[in-house]
């Protein structure tokens, strides 16, 4: 390659040898049958080296755009390395939606599937949980299609695969009627309010999410995303669980400005400009961070959230804000919400590896009583040995990869360091 390939936030620079950008799937074919390492990026938003590999690095973001929507059965079939942003406005435009999307527009479909990228609300599954087929390119660079129907016993292991089962070309997703959204946020809900009412806060809107700083004392920004109807317009009530109506727009980052984030301020809009936190033509979250996120059962979550609160003065040099959400339980077999609901507490960190590292070590040490699952495309210290027990599954994914990949072409270092060969 003769420039430096990184990812978005800039912490990983690829250490591929080759970058290709193929402009038909045949080329695609071409490539993977001829390469013996080689791994997808999709825009590059994970945090980790997840997406790396020291062979030949695809992108499929240049094959020819496939977005073909079928209202009788509710689908549409999508291109890999179509953005989400793009997709919602189509799909809206035919008068569906996605069941959820997470904080930002901007990451590609097949990227976003393969780390299990999630956003909140009680009913609301992981985003890959809403695909129902995928086409990929297999190792011999065979384009072969898989699906719920057609594939029952696999299927939970190919859509939710971290980019090492093959090259995704087309992702089939489950879609719903469009619906209107408001977005509704609360300055200042008291940590006693949330303890106590926790349920509710969360059951109370589409899709809940509270941001904090673990200070004391706790102090929660509440963002209630909730199905609104045409006309709509009755104003925030003032106060909710103890908190006040934003008066004006908020960003997660406090220091940032609203005018980034989606809009707020109890006005009615179509769902996929409130669903995201962030507005897909501006930078999403600040830019030069990390990230990193657990999910754990939904029941440990006043436990969790005291015990973090405990950690506020540790976290605090080094951190921009955390979130908090829910997850429905899903059937993918590394789904951090794998046959559980799920609550997910997810840190915005400064772009410091150094330091940020000695606190996911303890912040991992007080949720490991949980059984919490890092998110694969952000950064955790977990190893092979505390990761592999908790995913019922994971003995069926290690085999799935080595029947599929035999000779190992789609492995990079984190695969091979977290799902080692099976002896
Ligand atoms: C500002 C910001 C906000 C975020 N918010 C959220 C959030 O709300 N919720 C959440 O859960 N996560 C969130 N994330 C994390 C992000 O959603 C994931 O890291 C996601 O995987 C990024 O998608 P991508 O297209 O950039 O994938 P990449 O980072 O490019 O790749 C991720 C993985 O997907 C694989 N892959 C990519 N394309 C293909 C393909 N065509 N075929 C097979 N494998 C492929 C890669 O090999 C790699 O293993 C956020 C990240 C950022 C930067």
């Not at 799937?25 to 590999?53: C, K, M, W, Y």
């Amino acid at each position: 390659m003769n420039r430096a390939l990184t990812n978005w936030a800039g912490n990983v620079t690829f250490g591929a040898a080759r970058y290709h950008e193929p402009a038909s799937v045949p080329e695609l074919q071409q490539i993977v049958a001829a390469a013996r390492q080689v791994r997808a990026l999709g825009t590059g938003h994970s945090f980790n080296r997840i997406a790396d590999t020291a062979g030949d690095l695809v992108s499929v973001a240049a094959l020819p755009r496939i977005i073909e929507l079928d209202p009788d059965t509710a689908t549409v079939r999508v291109s890999g390395g179509v953005r989400y942003g793009d997709l919602a406005v189509r799909v809206n435009e035919a008068g569906f939606a996605l069941r959820n999307l997470g904080s930002l527009p901007h990451i590609s479909v097949a990227g976003a599937c393969a780390t299990g990228t999630h956003g909140s609300g009680d009913a609301n599954q992981i985003l890959p949980a809403s695909v129902s087929a995928v086409e990929v390119v297999t190792a011999d660079g065979e384009l072969v299609t898989v699906s719920r129907e057609s594939d029952p016993d696999d299927f939970g292991g190919w859509v939710l695969a971290l980019g090492s089962l093959g090259i995704v070309v087309s992702l089939t997703l489950d879609l719903q009627p469009a619906f209107l959204m408001r977005q509704d946020i609360y300055d200042g809900v008291p940590q006693e309010r949330l303890l106590d009412q926790l349920d509710e806060i969360f059951a109370s809107a589409y899709s809940v999410s509270l941001f904090t700083d673990w200070q004391r004392p706790g102090r929660y920004q509440t963002w209630f995303k909730l199905r609104a109807e045409v006309g709509d317009t009755t104003p925030p009530a003032p106060t909710r669980f103890g908190g006040t109506a934003a008066d004006s727009g908020r960003h997660p980052i406090p220091q940032l400005t609203g005018e980034d984030a989606t809009q707020q301020l109890g006005v009615v809009g179509p769902w996929h400009e409130r669903l995201p936190h962030f507005r897909p033509e501006f930078t999403p979250s600040k830019g030069d961070e990390l990230q990193s996120e657990y999910l754990f059962p939904r029941e440990h979550a006043a436990e969790a959230i005291n015990a973090l609160s405990e950690m506020g003065s540790l976290l605090a040099p080094i951190l921009l804000v955390s979130e908090i959400r829910t997850v429905a339980a899903d059937g993918l077999w590394l789904s951090p919400a794998y046959h559980q609901d799920s609550m997910a507490f997810h840190f915005t960190w400064i772009r410091d590896l150094e330091a940020v590292t000695p606190v996911l070590v303890e912040i991992e040490r007080v949720l490991a009583p949980f059984e919490a699952r890092p998110h694969w495309g952000k950064v955790f210290v977990a190893g092979p040995e505390q990761v592999s027990p908790l995913y019922q599954r994971y003995h069926d994914f290690q085999r799935l990869l080595a029947r599929q990949d035999p000779s190992g072409k789609f492995r990079n270092e984190l695969i091979d360091r977290y799902f080692a060969v099976p002896g």
